[in-house]
């Protein structure tokens, strides 16, 4: 079973960045499409950035040309830049493994905070 371990989330002013960093468990970690997610208060959790196996990236709109996923096949870890961030970018964060598959794994969550 894929386990799947995210880092990085805190709090920060409106403007600032955040690197979080999502490492997945076990040897088909490259073959995985990899996705961050994320859910605010009250809301559902909707996708923020997938990147494929062979690094074809999607963004949700409202994070084009701040955020940036990338992948590092032999860490088994999937990055997410998070640059000139905004209060409604809080939320959790959320990584997940084998994106758009039937056996998607997902990590705990980790907070994001962004300060007005």
């Known amino acids: 079973q894929v386990q799947v371990v995210e880092s990085g989330g805190g709090l920060v002013q409106a403007g600032g960045s955040l690197t979080l960093s999502c490492t997945a468990s076990?040897?088909?970690?490259?073959?995985?499409?990899m996705g961050w997610f994320r859910q605010a208060p009250g809301k559902e959790r909707d996708a923020v950035a997938t990147?494929?196996?062979?690094?074809?990236?999607y963004y949700t709109d409202s994070v084009k040309g701040r955020f940036t996923i990338s992948r590092a096949n032999a860490k088994n870890t999937v990055y997410l830049v998070m640059n000139s961030l905004k209060p409604e970018d809080t939320a959790v964060y959320y990584c997940?493994?084998?994106?758009?598959?039937?056996?998607?794994?997902w990590g705990q969550g980790t907070q994001v905070t962004v300060s007005s």
């Open positions: 997940a493994a084998g994106v758009g598959g039937t056996d998607v794994a």
């Open positions: 076990g040897r088909t970690f490259s073959s995985r499409a």
């Open positions: 990147i494929s196996r062979s690094g074809s990236t």
